[in-house]
């Protein structure tokens, strides 16, 4: 056991670290898209923020297949230094952002929303990581070198199909939870939580929120096209029935639904229409003083066709459907490295 721990410590603490950072910011790769943003517009490379959600996906894919390639001790020395330099890039990185006498970007978002940290937080805890990491590489060059393993390869392909699943999931269908107050299965009193305004800047949330009726928002932050727009055909339907709520929500003006000009138009914060919803077209459902349901609407295949304001169960069965797949591609995994070593 004693041998275990020497060996193993610094796999278990950076691979753990790694997945669980890039885990975290994975479920939410438009979300932390705003993040590179901001780097982006620290050094003066705004004009790159079109690549920003590839940017995210990417990263997140990287420190997610890194911490995968330390737990199933899979090409460790390529690993270890590889492993070594991301920390002293985002060592520098925090650092820069420490000094910055402009104070632009206040966390590094290393951990997305999940757990914020200051920038000298950051830092120590970067430099405290390169130590770990320098630790980790002296002990992997001083062991023998690893025999080469075909298994090696089919299980380096399974890490990166499992780090690629989380975020294009994610990004496709929406987070399948965030840390934010906005969660599917929130309980939120809406009316109080979501502001609206109307033409004339006149706060309207009290009224949208009325008759005891399922309410859904349809959040806007770009035009819609017919083809998009013909997924909310059945919910324009009951709307015009006055069986539920509708509204659409946006931050700035020219952006309206072909063929649902009925329906009210509101602006809402920039900041929360984005915090609500992580697409740039989608609709958020609304029952019970909770939050029932969000889908995207440029890549769902949900039609909205009924069991208007109980989708909640169904959203529950999609997340534990999500922790599923990754639940059986880690087994398989760790599986496939026990294998490998018979």
């Known amino acids: 056991m004693r041998n275990f721990v020497k060996k193993m410590w610094s796999d278990v603490v950076l691979g753990v670290l790694f997945v669980v950072s890039g885990f975290v910011k994975a479920v ?11 780097y982006l517009g620290m050094f003066q490379l705004s004009s790159w923020r079109e690549f920003s959600v590839s940017f995210s996906v990417l990263l ?24 070594t330099l991301f920390i002293l ?7 820069l952002i420490y000094i910055d006498p402009y104070g632009g970007i206040n966390e590094c978002g290393c951990f997305g929303e999940a757990i914020h940290l200051s920038n000298g937080a950051t830092f120590a805890k970067n430099i405290l990581l390169l130590v770990v990491a320098g630790i980790h ?20 392909i399974g890490v990166l199909v499992m780090a690629f699943f989380v975020p294009l999931y994610s ?6 939870f965030d840390f934010l107050p906005y969660n599917v299965g929130t309980k939120i009193e809406a009316k109080n939580v979501v502001r609206l305004y109307d033409s004339g ?8 929120f009325v008759g005891g009726k399922p309410t859904y928002m349809i959040g806007l932050k770009e035009k ?7 997924k909310l055909a059945a919910l324009h339907e009951e709307y015009e029935k006055g069986k539920i709520n ?18 009210p138009v509101y602006f809402m914060d920039n900041v929360m229409l984005k915090s609500i919803l992580r697409t740039a077209t989608g609709v958020v459902a609304f029952a019970d003083d909770r939050i029932v349901g969000k889908w995207n609407l440029l890549y769902t295949p949900y039609r909205f066709d009924g069991g208007y304001g109980e989708e909640l169960s169904g959203e529950r069965l999609k997340r534990g459907a999500f922790f599923g797949v990754l639940l059986v591609m880690g087994v398989l995994l760790f599986y496939g490295r026990k294998k490998m070593e018979e």
């Open 246 to 263: 509708l509204f659409v929500a946006i931050s700035q003006g020219g952006i309206a639904i072909p063929g649902c000009s009925d329906v």
């Open 28 to 38: 939410d790769p438009v979300g932390f898209s705003y993040k590179i943003e901001e």
């Open 89 to 95: 890039g985002f060592t520098i990185l925090t650092y």
């Open 201 to 208: 800047f006149n706060d309207v949330s009290e009224t949208v």
């Open 60 to 83: 997140c894919v990287a420190e997610m297949t890194l911490g995968m390639l330390l737990l199933l001790r899979l090409w460790r020395r390529v690993t270890a230094v590889t492993v």
């Open 137 to 156: 590489s002296w002990n992997v060059f001083r062991q023998a070198k690893n025999n080469f393993n075909y298994r090696q390869i089919g299980l380096t």
């Open 171 to 176: 990004y496709f269908y929406l987070p399948p």
């Open 224 to 230: 819609i096209t017919p083809e998009k727009s013909g």
